[in-house]
């Protein structure tokens, strides 16, 4: 059973899915995670947006020029 | 004389088809990292557009001298750091100009980023999170885009750097030359807002995912 509490967890959810907990820490949020429901619910939807803003990455990708500018100077560099 | 042109003709073309083969080659192994260096650069500047000129030149350096790389099973991007600093340092130094332009990113270690994310996420009682999380994954790429787009532009940067290339803080601070707590700092802001943000966006279509189809005619 985890003595921490909903506030402290919440206060981890980033490093504990960008895996940056040591792994004392992540003991320690993952036996929080296994009794309670609510913080459980928290991190999957933390979990969910980083998902969601991995699949917008070609479209991020897309609404810049940058990637057209590189390609047109590398091309102009051969030319 | 035409077998001297004829000759020139050739050479020409062995060396325009040397260029080709060296511009798939390069762009085969660095144009999935792009993006990763126009982030770090923004990072590495705390500023967009002189960022993305960073990254321009150091991406240009790098085809300059794709011949000396050697891929030592740990992928260019080390490389590419290095390449990184010495041209930021260049850029630095003949312009002076970084320093003028630089944003400054709120980068005291004491700041409790950490309560601004418990603020951020005062939204979650409305729907409550799995409700939230429903509606959220259903939410088109232009919405999430909307919202990754609102977040200031050196915090995004480094917060996609983390989320997207997948970089550890420390990796993020090798490169940015931002101390490791302060990219920390800086990706739970971001993260935060990018979070509030889409939870707005799920309360504002309620709990029924068809309620967003409705509100968007």
Redesign the interface.
């Known amino acids: 059973m985890s003595n921490m509490s909903c506030h402290e967890a919440k206060r981890k959810v980033y490093e504990y899915l960008g895996e940056e907990l040591d792994e004392k820490a992540k003991q320690e949020v993952d036996g929080h995670l296994s009794s309670c429901s609510r913080c459980t619910e928290e991190f999957d939807l933390e979990r969910t947006i980083s998902e969601m803003v991995i699949s917008s990455s070609p479209r991020l990708m897309q609404s810049s020029d940058f990637y057209n500018r590189i390609s047109n100077s590398l091309r102009s560099e051969i030319e | 004389m035409s077998d001297i042109i004829n000759s020139l003709e050739t050479g020409d073309a062995i060396s325009?088809s040397a260029?080709?083969q060296?511009?798939a080659d390069?762009?085969l192994h660095m144009?999935p990292h792009?993006?990763a260096i126009?982030r770090a650069c923004i990072g590495k500047t705390r500023n967009e557009a002189l960022g993305?000129e960073l990254?321009?030149t150091v991406?240009?350096k790098a085809?300059?001298y794709w011949h000396t790389y050697q891929d030592q099973g740990k992928g260019p991007m080390s490389w590419i750091n290095k390449i990184i600093q010495n041209a930021y340092y260049s850029q630095s130094t003949v312009e002076g100009k970084h320093n003028k332009n630089r944003v400054t990113v709120n980068a005291d270690p004491n700041d409790d980023w950490?309560d601004d994310?418990?603020q951020n996420?005062a939204v979650?009682s409305q729907l409550?999170?799995?409700a939230?999380?429903i509606v959220?994954?259903q939410?088109d790429?232009?919405e999430?885009?909307a919202a990754?787009?609102s977040i200031d532009p050196v915090f995004r940067a480094v917060a996609?750097l983390?989320?997207?290339d997948g970089w550890?803080?420390k990796e993020i601070a090798e490169f940015t030359g931002i101390p490791a707590n302060t990219v920390?700092t800086q990706?739970?802001r971001a993260?935060g807002l990018?979070?509030s943000a889409?939870?707005q966006k799920a309360i504002e279509y309620g709990i029924d995912p068809d309620s967003r189809k409705k509100k968007k005619k």
Do not use: C, T
Request: proline letters at 0%.
């Open positions: 325009n260029d080709q060296k511009l390069f762009e144009s792009y993006e126009r993305e990254a321009q991406i240009m085809f300059k950490q994310f418990i996420n979650e409550g999170a799995s939230e999380s959220i994954s939410l790429n232009e999430i885009l990754i787009q996609l983390n989320i997207i550890k803080y920390g990706v739970h993260r990018l979070s889409l939870r």
